[in-house]
């Protein structure tokens, strides 16, 4: 079983930054993709960001040459730093593992604001 714990959201103007941390439990974060996902009210869960165990990366197009996803393997952490953030980046974010099958965090909230 792994679990996912989800922190550094919050609310910020448009144009500034965050940075969210995954940590994941379990001995086979090195072997695992990690990603991050969100979702808005009455919204589908959409793939933000995916890295694989080699470190290649994926984005959403929204999202290039803003966000940037990257993982410690020593601490099982996955990160999410986010730049010039838009109001329409706001949305619950969740951590997202495949080890087998999926895993989810329990989600962090990012409020952007005009």
């Known amino acids: 079983q792994v679990q996912l714990v989800e922190s550094g959201g919050g609310l910020v103007q448009a144009g500034g930054s965050l940075r969210l941390s995954c940590a994941a439990s379990?001995?086979?974060?090195?072997?695992?993709?990690m990603g991050w996902f969100r979702q808005t009210p009455g919204n589908e869960r959409e793939p933000v960001a995916l890295i694989s165990p080699g470190g290649t990366r994926n984005y959403v197009d929204s999202v290039k040459g803003r966000f940037t996803i990257s993982r410690d393997n020593a601490k099982n952490t996955v990160y999410l730093q986010m730049n010039s953030l838009k109001p329409e980046d706001t949305a619950v974010y969740y951590c997202?593992?495949?080890?087998?099958?999926?895993?989810w965090g329990q989600g962090t909230q990012v409020t952007v604001s005009s």
């Open positions: 997202y593992s495949y080890q087998s099958r999926d895993y």
């Open positions: 379990g001995s086979t974060f090195s072997i695992s993709t």
